[in-house]
């Protein structure tokens, strides 16, 4: 508990910020699905056959789940995307829904006899809906927009993983680096947020439906307007992000939020250009398709990855020609890929450091003669995948006494460090080697195909901006997997903020 | 010689797929004249209302208010004209006793101060003082009082015609009586064209100057309460013999 509020203290203007982006997406989302559901409630209340059918498109689009709504809309021109901008087309979505339903009951609700009298009066349908319909449908349709807040501020969260910001952003990073302090650090003001919305929401419709207090009633609407202007104008100042030229994404896990912060600040140091972070991108594919529409402009990707996942070819083990085939790949389409920055984020085979030290391991090679007394473990993937383990026993000849343990990767690591196995197949760079004195054997054969780490652009920004390009190339073979570690375990470990481990990093290369 | 306040002349009104609600319908009503629609429920009485104001348009024949036919006359300019007392009253929940009298005057865009003095001059006159009722409720008003406000409101903009559907059936007696005799004493200062609709031939003899009555879509017998009392039709003598008996002592 006291590591969380040393974390929010320690983060709190970051904190600040993600909670003024979430606040601001709830609440202009909210307004526009208010501003298209009222509406369309009022259509359909009127027109009860297409009620029905417009209630069941609605529902559909409510049963897809948030994840999937974002998946669907990145090669969606103008709505789709990554960035804010998609987060509010599917916070829209999801909030219509609710308002055009509670829209229709609260009209449906009125007695026939108010709305004869209306008639009988001669008001016009235009006034009769103004003064009698609308203003008594009030509380219904704003229980509407109750669910609709609550459930867009459980979704907005989701949303961080199209790198819309929110309080989201620290769940998806405390999962990527399986740290629950992280993880409550956005999960327990995400949640406080939802009640505070659902509370105050429910005592504005309990505010209109009291009915017979009007000054009460004119009173609580503008306390809310006022209340929601406030809200408005300080989460947007909290949420601002500098309206900038350069954009730099990242991939949604610690490794790449570093790396993501250090070629911002890079350019922002070097070429004096503003920089937009739009960092905690949900995966390779979303960070290529953000870098083809141009919602982004650079971010680092891995050789391998490169290969494999975005341009679906079979991998191969030579560093330099899979360098080569990618960045040929990503020539023909408009995007530029820059020298490695040094380091290979691949598999490693991980040993004590106490036991490498005692024997003299340094490569695989030495391992392999000792593997008949030792006992493995391997992630679930690493036991699967075509370059994992049955390759790796072939390639090197190793003979366990008994069949390698399966068991998460992140586990494998502290099941190394206290003696449950004696060898693992860890990520190079992961923080916990350093942490947990683990050491990596040389690939002394070249089993593990290259992961390179190497930043991606947009071909038209380089040639626009070339000091962008100058300032990139600058960090070429400069973070070794040492480094990679060293800001990982920072970050990961030790909790410290990724902005100040950047810094320091690119201060030290001086 | 003034047109009529209002004249159906042959007036044939159904729904879609029933027999006629209204078969030949004809009826006269002079300006300044009360005139009482009696007859069982379910004989036309509120469909014949809603054809005054165009809630429903007739399917052969002509409705004419004023001496002009109601498919000539602006439907909203029409209702404007013709001051509508519903059974349900049908106050607005959300709007104040004031509010709610000010309606029609606010639609037709007087001043809020102008509306709120009209407001409060007919809550005076049907006998709920302005000084007390026009900041409260409706919820906050017993039955009759609500019933006066719905006069006060169909009264706001001063029409030539008044429409009261059973205006008094959901009312104790005794109150009943009262509102009786404040309608008396409201119309011989207004002498407004009314058409008043009730079951009740008690309620019709009180407050019309004719009574007719209505059986079948038809109009039975239309003539001065005496006249209609001493009728020999039996489609009257069974609404008659419905009104209540006082036993001799």
Not at chain 1, 356 to 376: F, H, M, N, S, Y
Not at chain 1, 408 to 417: G, Q, W
Not at chain 2, 97 to 108: F, S, T
């Amino acid at each position: 508990m006291s590591a969380l509020f040393r974390f929010w203290v320690a983060h709190r203007s970051e904190l600040a910020g993600l909670l003024g982006q979430h606040v601001l997406l709830v609440v202009v989302a909210t307004t526009a699905a208010a501003a298209i559901g009222v509406p369309l409630g009022i259509f359909a209340a009127r027109r009860p056959r297409l009620a029905a059918p417009l209630m069941a498109t609605a529902s559909v689009v409510q049963t897809v789940p948030s994840l999937a709504m974002f998946g669907f809309l990145l090669p969606v021109p103008l709505v789709g995307g990554v960035g804010a901008r998609a987060a509010l087309v599917v916070l829209i979505l999801y909030g219509v829904l609710p308002i055009v339903r509670t829209t229709i009951a609260g009209l449906r609700g009125i007695d026939a006899s108010i709305r004869e009298a209306g008639v009988a009066m001669g008001m016009t349908p235009r006034e009769l809906l103004r003064q009698v319909e609308l203003p008594l449908a009030l509380p219904s349709i704003v229980a509407g927009m109750r669910v609709a807040a609550v459930v867009g501020v459980g979704s907005a969260t989701i949303a961080a993983a199209i790198g819309a910001g929110g309080l989201g952003e620290y769940i998806y990073r405390g999962l990527s680096m399986v740290d629950t302090t992280v993880i409550l650090a956005g999960a327990i003001p995400a949640a406080a947020l939802a009640l505070v919305v659902d509370g105050s929401l429910l005592w504005l419709e309990r505010q209109l439906s009291a009915r017979r207090r009007s000054r009460a009633r004119r009173t609580a609407l503008t306390a809310a307007a006022v209340a929601a202007a406030l809200v408005l104008w300080s989460s947007g100042a909290a949420a601002r992000r500098s309206g900038g030229k350069i954009v730099v994404g990242s991939k949604n896990f610690t490794e790449q939020l570093v790396l993501g912060e250090l070629l911002a600040q890079t350019i922002e140091r070097e070429t004096g250009l503003p920089v937009d972070r739009r960092l905690n991108l949900g995966g390779s594919i979303i960070c290529d398709r953000a870098l083809l529409t141009g919602d982004i402009d650079v971010y680092v990707e891995y050789t391998g990855t490169a290969l494999t996942a975005v341009f679906h070819q079979p991998v191969s083990t030579d560093a330099g020609a899979v360098f080569d085939a990618v960045r040929d790949l990503y020539a023909r389409s408009g995007r530029t890929l820059l020298p490695p920055l040094g380091f290979n984020n691949t598999f490693a085979i991980l040993v004590r450091g106490a036991d490498a030290r005692a024997r003299g391991l340094k490569t695989i090679d030495d391992v392999a003669a000792e593997t008949p007394r030792l006992r493995a473990g391997f992630g679930y993937e690493f036991v699967g995948r075509p370059d994992g383990y049955p390759g790796l026993a072939q390639t090197y000849g190793l003979r366990f006494p008994a069949p390698p343990r399966v068991m998460d990767l992140t586990l494998s690591y502290r099941a190394l460090a206290s003696g449950q196995v004696d060898l693992i197949a860890g990520d190079a760079t992961a923080g916990l080697i350093k942490g947990l004195d683990l050491v990596q054997l040389e690939d002394n054969r070249h089993y593990f195909p290259p992961y390179d780490a190497a930043a991606v652009a947009r071909a038209e920004t380089l040639l626009r901006y070339p000091s962008v390009r100058t300032a990139i190339e600058g960090l070429s073979g400069r973070i070794s997997a040492a480094d990679m570690r060293a800001m990982n375990y920072a970050a990961d470990a030790e909790h410290r903020d990724i902005r100040e481990i950047a810094r320091q990093f690119l201060e030290s290369l001086r | 010689m003034p047109a009529p306040a209002i004249e159906f002349r042959d007036v044939t009104f159904h729904r879609p797929g029933r027999s006629p609600v209204l078969d030949r319908f004809s009826l006269t009503v002079e300006s300044g004249e009360v005139l009482a629609l009696v007859g069982r429920s379910g004989a036309g009485k509120t469909t014949i209302l809603k054809l005054v104001n165009r809630l429903l348009s007739p399917d052969s024949g002509a409705v004419l208010v004023e001496g002009r036919d109601t498919r000539e006359w602006e439907p909203i300019r029409l209702r404007r004209r013709v001051g509508y007392v519903l059974q349900e009253v049908g106050l607005f929940p959300h709007m104040t006793i004031g509010a709610n009298v000010a309606v029609v005057p606010r639609l037709e865009r007087w001043t809020p101060d102008r509306a709120a003095a009209r407001a409060a001059e007919l809550l005076d006159l049907v006998g709920l003082p302005s000084q007390q009722f026009a900041t409260r409720w409706p919820d906050e008003l017993s039955g009759g009082q609500r019933q006066r406000v719905g006069v006060a409101r169909a009264l706001a903009v001063d029409p030539p015609v008044l429409l009261m559907d059973e205006p008094f059936g959901a009312l104790d007696p005794l109150t009943r009586a009262e509102l009786h005799a404040e309608f008396r004493r409201i119309q011989d200062r207004l002498r407004k064209s009314v058409i008043i609709v009730s079951h009740d031939m008690g309620e019709a003899f009180a407050l019309a100057d004719r009574v007719g009555v209505v059986e079948s879509g038809q109009l039975v017998a239309c003539d001065r309460p005496g006249t209609i009392a001493a009728s020999r039709d039996a489609r009257v003598r069974r609404l008659l013999d419905a009104m209540p008996v006082v036993p001799r002592a």
